[in-house]
């Protein structure tokens, strides 16, 4: 039912005018504002500055190099949950795309979709998930480098054992909730700022 889930700012992205047709109807139909449709080429770190969506949907036919580029960069910028609907892709693609950032990525026909809406939770759900480990990894960054200076500056006590727990933990976040980018963390930007006006979906 329409009345079970949030009224979100979508921005729709694709290359065919027909599909994004096709999807902002959809999305109307089951409550959602469209607030821009954009084709693959324009620059999502600025619409998403601009707009202010909530969740950013992109529909194409096989996700390239620069698509998933200007998804990283935007996903560094502006964290949002991202949804990639593909009607072809492979590992290798598939990997990429979950190092931009992306939450849920589909590869099928999109006129066979029905339900949107539960997409876009699922996409919600994973960012949240996603922003909770890179806060947990940083928290016991911060840490790990107050044990160290702990060890380097006072007599030798608890504070080894603490450190391989501390390794073990950064090493497991990582393994569970990898960096959005393949090129790892820019400088002066933390991954795990806290994502601005999300409304999670009402049960």
Known sequence: MLSEHTKLRVLLVDDDQERLALLEKA?????????????????????????????????????????????????????????????????????????????????????????????????????EMQQALHQELDRAKTRLADLRDLERSGPEGSAPSSRRRLVRLVSSVRAIAPLPSPHGERSGRRLSEPWRGLRRPAR
């Open 27 to 127: 999305l109307e139909t089951e409550g959602h504002q469209v607030v821009a449709q954009l084709n693959t080429h324009a620059d999502l770190t600025m619409a998403v500055a601009v707009h202010k969506p909530e969740v950013v949907f992109i529909d194409v036919g096989l996700p390239g190099r620069d698509i998933l580029q200007s998804l990283g960069e935007m996903y560094r910028e502006h964290p949002r949950p991202i949804v990639l609907w593909a009607e072809q892709s492979d590992a290798q693609t598939t990997r990429r795309a979950l190092d931009a950032g992306v939450s849920a990525y589909v590869v099928d026909d999109l006129q066979h979709r029905r339900n949107f809406s539960a997409l876009l939770d699922l996409a919600i759900a994973r960012f």
